[in-house]
């Protein structure tokens, strides 16, 4: 297992990470310019001012109007705002300054919904937060509130880069690489903004697989679907909303490898919803499991090229997640961790999970083979491994500076949120506002065969006083990956991280006056793996209860119904306790 001892030498104060190939990283003071051709595109500066008025809510523009039936009234309390809206204005209906039959029979269930939601809120907390605050807690940027950009992600297989702002507008910037050099640009013109009343509080963005012009938005107050240009003389963009009664805010958007489902989620929801987009309806699918206090966060895996199957992790505000197969929708979880899934990313040939718990500075991976029949009720499991193994230990510590030996930096802390990138070789990180590491994002070289490897790499600072919000990888690039990371000051810087072309003109005449190499030594590598029997899980979840669940709420067989205690599984040097 390695630790962020083995990485290369961070970056100082004042300094910034130019990029990095073949294990060595580039660094230069701040104000210095790179005296070598850019690699990746010029930076993005998202500049946002505040909010316009009346953002919130669109009541205040409107007289109120008090001629308006009781029937009528509760109707559109509901319409608008739910049960509990519906049934306090019925409980302010009074005749004759007296309560009406309606008020009292309203008062007594608002009372005793009002204690069974204090009950409930007892064991799941984050049920008495508000629709901001959900957000703030379970998006995947560190300071989602303040922070200009909320929401990044590349196109599959396009370059095109959305970007989500604090002022509720979407970005769609397109990139061109020249074909005859490395360098690359955004085009300009080719910029569209997405914008919709409907479209508040943005949380996350998701492309759809094999179109190149459909944009998943979650949001406050459920999912956008827009239809923006694939080139310049195609329709102007167009949004389709998709809302669910109790499902919002939205925290987290993924597709279906093949395209045809959207996943959302809410923390205030204990189901996430299944929208098939294949036809002209959108039409929705509440998949309900209790346990948990609602879904956070999705990861929906690549397709498993044997069998065509993929997998849909759900993680929950609780110490709890599930995963699904998605062909009968059956599903396993894996309760009694240390902390609540905070980030997860699937390998590409979707065998591999990664993730990371909250108040747990370590990565640890789940391994998945194809699922069998089960007999008792004919559900396919899962299929997944009894036991997490950690693979990556990020307890922070100081490091000695790429520049100045004398010169100490904090690295590593608990994860904010996760990005790998398409061929499976570079994982990236980024850490919660409370941790020592938090300006910096550590990059970690990955393989998953024969054995599961995470090896620090080394880090990316950006500008003084900058801190990475959101991170996403470009997958395109023709001698290695992309990596965007959209800081807290607005700005949007792109590192090249080249690693597969040996001949690339970043190896010679790359290093600018100034510049540092901070170089990862064969030495750290070989120090840092040894032999994968000596692999220490920190946890073990074979003693957590997993069960096969069905689609739509149905019961599961009675054989599956009492707890069922799987066998532990023991890795050499480490048993269970």
């Known amino acids: 297992m390695a630790s962020l001892s083995c990485a290369a030498a961070p970056p100082a104060p004042g300094e910034v990470t130019r990029c990095e190939t073949q294990c060595t990283w580039v660094v230069a003071p701040e104000d210095e310019p790179p005296a070598f051709d ?41 319409y608008h705002s739910g049960v509990l809206a519906a049934l306090e204005t019925l409980a302010e209906h009074k005749v004759d300054g007296q309560a009406s039959l309606p008020s009292r029979l309203s008062l007594f269930l608002l009372g005793a919904l009002r204690s069974v939601s204090a009950l409930h809120s007892s064991f799941y907390p984050h049920l008495l937060l508000s629709g901001e605050e959900l957000l ?37 910037f397109q990139m061109h690489t020249s074909a005859t050099s490395s360098t690359a640009h955004f085009v300009s013109g ?15 963005l998701a492309w759809r697989p094999y179109s190149g012009s459909v944009l998943a938005v979650g949001c406050q107050t459920g999912v956008i679907i827009w239809q923006v240009r694939s080139h310049p003389g ?9 809302s669910s009664s109790g499902h919002s805010p939205v925290t987290s958007v993924a597709w279906s490898s093949d395209g045809r489902l959207l996943a959302s989620a809410s923390p205030a929801d204990t189901s996430f919803m299944l929208w098939d987009v294949s036809g002209p309806d959108c039409t929705g699918t509440p998949m309900c499991r209790h346990g948990g206090g609602g879904v956070a966060l999705l990861a929906w895996s690549p397709a498993i090229s044997a069998t065509g199957m993929s997998r849909l992790m759900t993680a929950t505000p609780s110490p709890l997640f599930r995963v699904w197969e998605t062909r009968g929708f059956s599903c396993e979880r894996w309760a009694n961790l240390a902390g609540r899934v905070t980030a997860a990313c699937w390998s590409p040939d979707g065998s591999i999970l990664i993730f990371a718990m909250a108040g747990d500075p370590s990565l640890y991976y789940l391994t998945f083979f194809v699922g069998k029949t089960d007999k008792a009720g004919g559900a396919r499991r899962v299929g997944g491994a009894d036991t997490a193994i950690k693979c990556a230990d990020l307890t922070a510590i100081e490091l000695p500076s790429a520049s100045d030996p004398d010169i100490t930096v904090p690295v590593g802390g608990c994860v904010q949120s996760m990005a790998w990138d398409s061929t499976g070789a570079q994982l990236a990180v980024t850490f919660t506002a409370d ?4 300006n910096l ?18 880090f990316v600072r950006g500008h003084t006083a900058e801190v990475p919000e959101v991170i996403d990888f470009q997958n395109n690039m023709q001698s290695g990956g992309l990596l965007s990371v959209a800081w807290s000051s607005g700005r949007v810087g792109f590192i090249p991280l080249v690693y597969s072309n040996p001949g690339s003109s970043l190896d010679t005449g790359l290093v600018a006056s100034g510049a540092v190499v901070s170089e990862l030594s064969s030495k750290k590598l070989g120090e840092s793996f040894g032999s994968p029997a000596t692999a220490s899980p920190a946890f073990s979840l074979s003693s957590c209860r997993k069960e096969s669940l069905f689609k739509h709420g149905f019961s599961a067989p009675s054989a599956m119904q009492s707890p069922l205690v799987l066998p532990r599984v023991t890795v050499t040097g480490w048993s269970p306790s």
Not at 46 to 74: M, R, Y
Not at 234 to 242: E, G, I, K, M, V
Not at 435 to 438: A, D, E, I, Q, V
């Open 38 to 78: 850019q690699v990746g595109p010029m930076d993005i500066v998202i500049e946002v001012g505040e909010a316009p008025l009346f953002e919130h809510s669109s009541d205040a523009l409107f007289l109120p109007t008090p001629d308006l039936g009781l029937a009528k009234k509760s109707f559109n309390a509901w």
């Open 136 to 172: 703030a807690k379970f998006s995947g940027a560190a300071h989602w509130a303040t922070c200009p950009v909320r929401a990044m992600q590349w196109h599959p297989h396009d370059a095109r880069l959305a970007i989500a702002r604090k002022d509720n507008l979407v970005q769609v």
């Open 190 to 204: 080719r910029m569209q903004q997405l914008k919709h009343a409907e479209q508040k509080r943005i949380s996350s």
């Open 234 to 242: 195609a329709a102007r963009p167009h949004a389709q909303p998709l």
């Open 435 to 438: 941790s020592p590491g938090r």
């Open 441 to 458: 994002v550590a990059v970690f070289t990955t393989r998953t065969q024969p054995v599961v490897e995470v090896l620090p790499s080394g």
